[in-house]
């Protein structure tokens, strides 16, 4: 029947995976919170030219639009939360001191689905450190991003990192490239094109398609062909985040990968976890531009947990309680206060079907 | 500047309200869960044609529209949950054993704000009782719907409870009316018109008018006045719920009430708690419409929680703690899992501010 049906990318959740998504984002959110990171809530829908005006090129061709007939304008349903903290660390937090650490959690909608995720409909969950973007701040969100993975349950968690402007600074330094040629390097480096790079000229960039892979050989090679200790800082950036993550992650270096770090300044990072196909989450450094036209250093990350749903290993059924016609309500209280889940028979016809347990005499016994 | 506009009715959650408002949904959501409720959570828009056609006629000329390149079709957002609720009982889980227990939270949007209610987006938590209507039913929901709201932090917890349908069953029975009359009737005793009932030649009713007020006296003045005894059963299942009430909340009763409740079936009630302007929940009994055309009974209740960041006792400012560059990790994990928020130095320039605590040669103290 028509009205049963729900539009492409839009679905109901249903127990016990509505539960299970509200448990991941309630740990996801508390463990954000144990360091630091206070809570925005901005709304679901804006204005959708003020949305346009702070999202990435492609994003702001991917939005849901709302007629409003009460400001006669055109809204558009937020596809990503990160922008909106932007907008309001630079608007309303803009005389707080930094640096200023912000989480959020909701669900954000898109206007088409992609192939990895078949909704257009997902919960985001993330961080923000706005004011700083150095080692030690990125190392704290990136660290922050997998304490946060892993209280949803997620094992085997990845982090991939990226340095998405490194063709720009080694073509502005030792390694000079036309801007023209700037662009082809960083897309043959994208496609890993070994002889595409030979071909064009771009022989001395070679060495970059090797440095990637597990983080200390990959940062070793990364360093021999560092010979001007241009890249210096960097790499001490990347060592110091490889050492936060230590016992916590396998980290990888993929120096070049650029694909969606388009608007990440020096650090990129992608999160992976067994049992998921592509990355659960990613994040980076970025800047944050104010009202009055400064720009202001950041390091973030999101986490998109729905998929998480399908890979968590099975949660123990909660234990649910049958209490009988008559029985005692403070007792039952004190046993919900204990962390029983209670079902109130209703009538004679109420048999505690799908407890585990049921209340006779006063006692907490197994289903006969 | 433009950007950090918000349409009218939308608003950014800042810090401490954000977290307030995540503490309540979670407060609310834990209380209806320990009684056995299971969550739901539909999507955030839905084709409007579907919405429309189980909404109420009034909520559905108050949909904020989206177009859909993807489905070519007009969507709506949700402005109410509960419908949706239904349309999930309905459907997916018509195969699920009855009396079945379902809970929701999360945002929903209308087109247009309300005197009382200035936002468009705001939150709405609830459970339904599906498969059952019964008093022992209502009971179970309306206490749920007092337990919910007190552990929000409200206080002074008012239920005014109302029988919807009141006037068709005296004028089907004892107090016949013409349809239209019955109409005319409604409408007077919704504004109270005393002199209007007489004059309509409606003065059987009049009584009516005076059986509102605290419950006890109430219900002893809509007994007398039911002579015949043909609201025996209902006047039995309202002393049933006020019973289930005695220490959890003020009970009221407004018989003939009907704003707001007219597709409840015998039941409605209000929420109320001190500090705010209007209800802050309500719920009733009520039909769920199958797909074979069979209508089932259900009870349940929806809280609008928002108004209540503006009313709560000061929360306690979160225990933050400072740590010092080269802090012990370890420690700061242990202490993260006593409850302490931590706030980590990131460079030499940041000094505790805004901390409630410093972490000083391993020991936690108060800020000098």
Known sequence: MTTALLPEGLRDRLPPQADAAAAILRAALDAIRAHGYERVAPPLAEYEESLVGRLKTSAARDLL??????SQRTLALRPDITTQVGRIAATRLAHRPRPLRLSYGGPVMKLRASQLRPEREMTQIGAEL??????????????????????????????????????????????????????????????????????????????????????????????????????????AALETIATRLEGMAEVTLDPTERHGFEYQSWLGFSLFADGLTGEIGRGGTYTILHEDGHEEPAVGFSIYPDPLLDVRADEQPSRRLFLPLGHDPDLAARLRGEGWVTVAALDERCDGAGCTHHLVAGEVQPPT
Chains 1, 2 share one sequence.
């Open 130 to 235: 706005v004011g700083r973007d150095s080692a030690t701040a990125a190392a704290e969100i990136v660290a922050l991003a997998v304490e946060a993975l892993a209280a949803t349950g997620a094992t085997g968690i990845t982090v991939d990192l990226t340095l998405p402007d490194l063709v720009d600074t080694l073509a502005a330094g030792p390694l000079p490239l036309r801007p023209s040629q700037a662009a082809q390097v960083r897309a043959l480096l994208d496609a890993k094109d070994a002889g595409g790079l030979a071909a064009s000229g771009a022989a001395s960039y070679l060495p970059l398609i090797e440095a990637a892979g597990p983080f200390a050989d990959a940062l070793e090679r990364l360093r021999a062909f560092d010979t001007n200790g241009i890249l210096d800082r960097r790499l």
């Open 65 to 70: 639009r709302v007629a409003d007939p009460l």
